[in-house]
C-alpha cells in the first residue's frame, strides 16, 4: 500500500520538523513510499536526532561503541511465528485510539518481533486521521547515550522526549519482551539524571492521563530463562490472550467486590510465605485486556507502611537495570511496610542494586492477585507474570496515581514514589497457597473456594464444550 505518510502535511507536528532535523532524509520522509520503508526511515531519522541531541554526532569512541553493540533496527524486525489471523487478532487487541478526537494523539512504542503488528497499527491511525508519533525499543542504543554523553546531553535527550509525550492522550506498546542480544550495562548515576526527567512523563502514565495499551511478546530470550520451549511458549502467549473473558470479568467483579469491604488481606504458602497487609481504603482494580494484553489481575496497594511478614518464591526474577541478570528463589522479610531483609539462592548482588536504585524500591507500590486460568506456572516475562492464575504479586517502587480505571472511580496510590514499579510474583498454586480477607479463607492451594469465581480456577474448562470457540472444544485440558 502506498501511502503519502510522511509528506509536510502529515499528522504529526513531530514528523513535519523531520527533515529539516535530518537533512540528507529529506528525500526519503517527503516522498510517498510503501509504509513498512517508511516506518524504517523514521526509526533511523528518530535514532540520528537522538545522537545529535546527545552531542555524540562527532564522538569516535561512541561510534566505535555504537557499531560493536546488539541492535535491530526496522528491516530486521520479525513476526511472531504465529497463524497471521492471530497477529493481526492481536494488533486489534492493541488499537486503543478515538477516531474522531480532535485533541487525541497516539505514541506508538515498537520492537522486535513486531513488524507487521506495528504496520497494522500505524496505517490504522493514518486511515481514521489521528495524530500519532513513533517511537522505538532500542535499549543498548540508550545506555551507550547515557555511557558516552556528558549530563547535559543526557537531560537534553530526556527533555526531547518528554517533549514528545506533552500532547500524547494514549499510547500504544508492542515489542518483545527480554531483548534477545547482549545487554550493556548503563552509567547508574547518568541513569538516574535520565529517569528523573523522564518521570514527568511516566508518571502522566501512571495516573491514567494517558491511556496506554501494551503487549510484551515472548522472546527466545524468555524461552532460555523460563525454561520453555520457545515454539511452546508462543501459543502459551496467544491462548492466554484466548479466554473467556466476559465470564472473567463478572468474576473479577465479585471479588472485587469482596476486597473492596475488606480491612486485611493475607498469603500463605507451603514454602514459608505468611504476609499481610492492611487495604482499608483502597479499591481494587478489574484489569482484562484494555491496558495490558494478555489480562488478566485484579489490583489495587496495601497501606505504605502495613505490609509485615515473611515472602518466599521460588522462581527466576529479572530486576530492572540488571541488564537480563537473574536472582532465583527469593525470601524477604517485611517489617511496616520495609524490605529489611531478603536472600536469594543465586543472584543476590543483582536484587540488592535494584533496591538501591531508588529509596522507594525497599516499600511496595501494589498489591494484585494474578487471574488467568490459562497460565498456572511461574515466568520471569514481566507483563505475563502478573497475570499467573493462582499467585499474588506485590510492586516493590512506585504506586500508581490513577483515580479512575475503565471509567470506575478507584482509589490504589499508597503514596510511594520511585523510578520503578517492579512485580514480584509469588506462586499459590501447587503450594499449598491460600488467601485470608479479614481472616475468612478464599482460596485453597491456589484455587478459589467460592463457585462465582471458578472461571478464575479452570478457564474455557469451565464451559460447556459445546459453548466454548472451537479452538478450546477438544483443548487438552490437564486434570489436576
Known amino acids: 500500500m502506498q501511502s503519502p505518510l510522511f509528506a509536510p502535511v502529515s499528522l504529526s507536528p513531530f514528523f513535519v520538523d523531520l527533515p529539516e532535523r535530518v537533512p ?13 520503508h517508511a516506518i524504517g526511515v523514521i526509526q533511523d531519522a528518530r535514532t540520528r536526532i537522538k545522537i545529535a541531541l546527545s552531542g555524540l554526532s562527532e564522538d569516535a569512541a561512541f561510534a566505535a561503541a555504537l557499531a560493536r553493540a546488539d541492535r535491530k533496527m ?7 511465528q504465529v497463524d ?33 503488528i506495528g504496520v497494522f497499527l500505524v496505517r490504522r491511525l493514518y486511515e481514521e486521521g489521528v495524530s500519532f508519533d513513533l517511537e522505538f525499543y ?19 535527550v530526556a527533555e526531547d522526549l518528554v517533549r514528545r509525550y506533552a500532547p500524547a492522550t494514549r499510547r500504544i506498546v508492542c515489542r518483545g519482551n527480554r531483548f534477545e542480544g547482549s545487554l550493556l550495562e548503563t552509567d547508574s548515576y547518568k541513569r538516574a539524571i535520565f529517569d528523573s526527567i523522564l518521570s514527568k512523563a511516566i508518571e502522566r502514565v501512571s495516573s491514567g492521563e494517558i491511556f496506554f495499551t501494551l503487549t510484551t511478546i515472548p522472546t527466545r530470550r524468555d524461552a532460555e530463562i523460563d525454561l520453555i520451549p520457545y515454539e511452546a511458549y508462543l501459543p502459551l502467549y496467544f491462548e492466554m490472550i484466548d479466554q473467556p473473558w466476559d465470564l472473567i470479568s463478572d468474576a473479577q467483579k465479585y471479588l472485587i467486590a469482596l476486597l473492596d469491604r475488606a480491612s486485611h488481606l493475607r498469603f500463605v ?3 514459608g510465605t505468611d504476609v499481610g497487609m492492611d487495604i482499608d481504603g483502597f479499591t481494587f482494580c478489574n484489569s482484562m485486556n484494555a491496558k495490558n494484553v494478555p489480562g488478566s489481575e485484579v489490583f489495587s496497594a496495601p497501606r505504605r507502611d502495613s505490609v509485615n511478614g515473611r515472602i518466599v518464591s521460588k522462581g527466576r526474577f529479572v530486576p530492572p537495570g540488571s541488564a537480563g541478570g537473574v536472582t532465583e528463589d527469593l525470601m ?3 517489617e511496616d511496610g520495609y524490605l529489611k531483609d531478603f536472600s536469594a539462592r543465586s543472584g543476590a548482588t543483582y536484587f540488592e542494586a535494584f533496591l538501591n536504585r531508588d529509596p522507594g524500591n525497599r516499600y511496595t507500590g501494589e498489591i494484585g492477585i494474578g ?20 499467585s499474588f504479586h506485590l510492586a516493590l517502587g512506585r504506586a500508581y496515581s490513577l483515580t479512575e480505571y475503565e471509567g470506575v472511580a478507584v482509589n490504589v496510590d499508597n503514596g510511594n514514589r520511585s523510578i520503578d514499579h517492579w512485580d514480584l510474583t509469588t506462586m ?17 492451594d491456589g484455587r478459589f473456594l467460592a463457585s462465582e469465581l471458578e472461571v478464575l480456577n479452570r478457564g474455557w474448562a469451565s464451559v460447556p464444550p459445546e459453548k466454548r470457540p472451537s479452538y478450546w472444544q477438544h483443548y487438552p485440558f490437564s486434570e489436576d
Open 84 to 116: 497471521p489471523a492471530l497477529r493481526r487478532g492481536l494488533a486489534d487487541k492493541l488499537y486503543n485510539a478515538r477516531k474522531g478526537f480532535p485533541e487525541e494523539h497516539v505514541i506508538v512504542h515498537l520492537g522486535d518481533p513486531a513488524r507487521e
Open 24 to 36: 540528507d532524509l529529506r528525500e526519503a520522509l517527503l516522498t510517498p513510499v510503501d509504509l513498512d
Open 138 to 156: 532500542d535499549p543498548n542504543l540508550d545506555a551507550l547515550i547515557v555511557n558516552h554523553a556528558g549530563e547535559a546531553g543526557v537531560c537534553t
Open 74 to 80: 526496522w528491516p530486521d524486525y520479525a513476526d511472531p
Open 428 to 444: 499459590l498454586y501447587g503450594c499449598g497457597g491460600k488467601i485470608y480477607v479479614d481472616g475468612a479463607e478464599i482460596m485453597r
Open 332 to 334: 524477604m522479610t517485611f
Open 269 to 271: 504458602n507451603d514454602w
Open 371 to 390: 487471574t488467568n486460568p490459562h497460565l498456572k506456572h511461574h515466568l520471569t516475562n514481566t507483563l505475563l507474570v502478573e497475570k499467573i492464575g493462582g
